[in-house]
């Protein structure tokens, strides 16, 4: 089977289209960037912020979370995730990035939401350790997110000729 992009590279494509994928990436950054501060707000970033949040805490008089709780946030999560991760791959497929940074980034970006879905269990119910679980996930999201937004954008914008104009950027 041909892969979905051999002749289509979102540097060859049209203004029009190469808004909508800059506009697409750039509310996936505001999203990213209000999940960011949610967290923040939440939880200081803190190992012990995060653990306080997930298994409650005697000095801000919080509950630890219930299974409940977390079963909605993972229901949630595991259903969105995904599909943003997804749609940011398949982006960056598009590119004319290497075969391998674009597989190191669909590890990495689907690798940190494994780690993030699960980490929010481990915490509440086996131990408050697993925050450097959820902190390496949270990482290996943001790194691959911002690749994957950056080089798109960098191909669509910063690089001159398309590539199916007959000129290669090793030509010039």
Known sequence: MRNFNQRFR????????????????????????FSFYWAHSMTSLSPQGIADHYRGSDATFGEPMSFRELAEITHFHLFTMPVVFMILIHVMYLTSASHTLKAAMT?????????????????????????????TGDTLMMTS?????????????VLGQPLMAGKRPDDV
Do not use: K, N, Q
Request: charged share 10%.
């Open 10 to 33: 979102l540097r060859d494509s049209d203004r029009h289209i190469r808004l909508l994928y800059t506009l697409f990436l750039l509310l996936m950054l505001a999203g990213f960037l």
């Open 145 to 157: 997110f911002f690749v994957m937004m950056g080089v798109p954008l960098y191909e669509m914008w």
């Open 107 to 135: 590890w990495a970006g689907f690798g940190g939401i494994i780690l993030d879905l699960v980490s929010p269990w481990l915490i509440t119910y086996v131990s408050p350790v697993f925050v450097l679980t959820m902190l």
